[in-house]
């Protein structure tokens, strides 16, 4: 290769995870582009936040409509650039975009705020929702489609204009999304992609005209942006790390409960903020509970994204799999009954067994930090209040799940559990409808829902005179009163 051939620095490679093979190429952004498509964003927002809703709802479903049309394909690409299984991307979590598109479209029209009234004798006061500016929505690898749909649809619903940096591990979907938002008819501008890793992520997150970061992914990279948002004082939302409890107590649907436990921590091969990864089961059934937890465990095949008998994937990248065996290598007295190792049939792609672990210590990393991959492990308590101290003993708060036959013990340990989310006999599902958000070092804000929407606006009073009168000087009303 000669000197001018070479390839410029900030061009990279994308892997898929299942072949370890170069998929594409894309070029990093550097502070030059990056400050172009802000200033892009910054150019189209006026014109954009006057839009009316229903101009705004039109176009997402326009855009909702064209990733329909074009689901096999997208599905295909999201799971070659992740290596998750086909029949995840195509029945899960392009489905869910586009009904998150669909659903933001109408709840741009009915977007409220406090009736208004006369709170001060003389003066009409009300409240109204304003769009904040170009925003910042930074996306992580795990679901890399899904979640710039969760971001860009209230972003837009409510009016401001975006820049989307996904990560750059998996920025591939998210380009193709942005290509059928100008086809829907979005204006130039309105959506704006940049592509890198965390320079390119400082570059956008400390720009002086980015009005609102939104940011999903772990809690380490989340306290970074906070320290870079300070300077400018902008808005937040950040969406970080989960350790999830799955609490089964002894009165619970075992069979039903080792289902849930085995989808809840091993999907996406545990790469997801909401899984299981610390099953907590109640002393009188936890060798029970375990025996059958194992044997479901087993039956789950690894393997490549397009085979249709695929369970679980491989991690997202040689980096991610050697965390994951770094935190089983540091751990002291556990017992590994299943997994721990790199499946010997798979010869190429990040693959790691699905792995339960038991004896490990409720202080230890393994059940205090995030692994973000296919390990569990399994840990007994005695009584509702042993169970709840337990799950509660982590510096996260996302979410969590109760398994029992008992609706008053249900309500009782969800009114107890300090998560954003708690499900009863059940574990992972979400809908538009309902938030997504965490408590503690999980962060703050919320995805899905009308509750998302109201994150991107800011909330304005207009107070208004109505007496049509000069008045005198120093002469106001304070709390109705003269």
């Not at 009234?117 to 890399?144: C, M």
């Not at 992520?201 to 720009?207: A, E, I, P």
């Not at 942006?225 to 649907?253: C, N, W, Y």
Request: aromatic share 8%; glycine share 8%.
């Amino acid at each position: 290769m000669t000197k001018s051939q070479t390839p410029p620095a900030n061009r990279r490679a994308i892997i898929s995870p299942s072949s370890e093979k170069t998929i594409s190429h894309v070029q990093d952004a550097g502070q030059e582009e990056v400050h172009l498509a802000v200033s892009s964003a910054k150019k189209a927002f006026p014109l954009w936040a006057l839009k009316s809703p229903a101009e705004r709802a039109s176009l997402l479903l326009n855009w909702a409509s064209l990733i329909e049309k074009n689901l096999p394909r997208l599905a295909l690409l999201e799971s070659q650039n992740t290596g998750k299984p086909l029949k995840l991307s195509q029945d899960g979590d392009l489905p869910f975009a586009i009904d998150n598109l669909r659903f933001f479209a109408s709840a741009a029209r009915v977007l409220e705020a406090p009736a208004s009234s006369e709170y001060s004798t003389g003066y009409l006061s009300f409240l109204k929702r304003d769009p904040i500016g170009p925003v910042a929505l930074i996306t992580p690898w795990n679901y890399p489609l899904m979640m710039a749909v969760w971001k860009m649809a209230p972003a837009l619903a409510a009016g401001n204009s975006c820049v989307i940096k996904p990560s750059e591990l998996t920025p591939l979907t998210t380009l193709e999304i942005a290509k059928l938002a100008l086809k829907a008819g979005f204006p130039e501008g309105v959506i704006n992609v940049v592509l890198g890793g965390e320079e390119t992520g400082k570059l956008l997150t400390s720009h002086p005209e980015i009005k609102m970061i939104s940011f999903t992914g772990d809690t380490a990279t989340g306290r970074k942006i906070m320290s870079q948002a300070s300077h400018t004082v902008k808005r937040l939302h950040l969406e970080l790390g989960g350790k999830a409890p799955f609490i089964v107590f002894d009165d619970a649907d075992l069979s039903a409960a080792v289902l849930g436990a085995v989808v809840g921590s091993f999907v996406n091969a545990g790469q997801d903020c909401t899984a299981a990864t610390r099953l907590y089961i109640q002393k009188k059934v936890f060798d029970r509970f375990t025996a059958h937890f194992i044997t479901e465990t087993k039956k789950i095949k690894l393997g490549l994204f397009d085979d249709p008998a695929t369970d679980m994937g491989p991690l997202i990248s040689e980096d991610q799999r050697a965390r994951v065996e770094g935190f089983l290598g540091r751990a002291e007295g556990i017992e590994i009954l299943c997994g721990g190792h790199c499946p010997k049939n798979l010869k190429k792609g990040f693959f790691f067994e699905p792995t339960v672990v038991v004896k490990a210590g409720q202080n230890s990393e393994l059940v205090q930090k995030e692994i973000f991959g296919p390990v569990v492990c399994l840990l007994p308590f005695k009584d509702e209040a042993d169970a709840v101290q337990l799950a509660n003993d982590v510096s996260y708060g996302l979410a969590a799940s109760v398994w029992t036959k008992d609706a008053h013990k249900a309500l009782r340990v969800s009114s107890a559990l300090r998560f954003g989310t708690v499900w009863i006999n059940d574990h992972l599902p979400l809908t538009s409808e309902t938030p997504h958000g965490g408590f503690n070092q999980s962060g703050f804000g919320k995805d899905l829902s009308r509750h998302a929407l109201e994150e991107y606006t800011a909330l304005k009073h207009v107070m208004a005179d109505l007496s049509g009168e000069a008045r005198k000087p120093w002469h106001y009303t304070v709390f109705g009163k003269k």
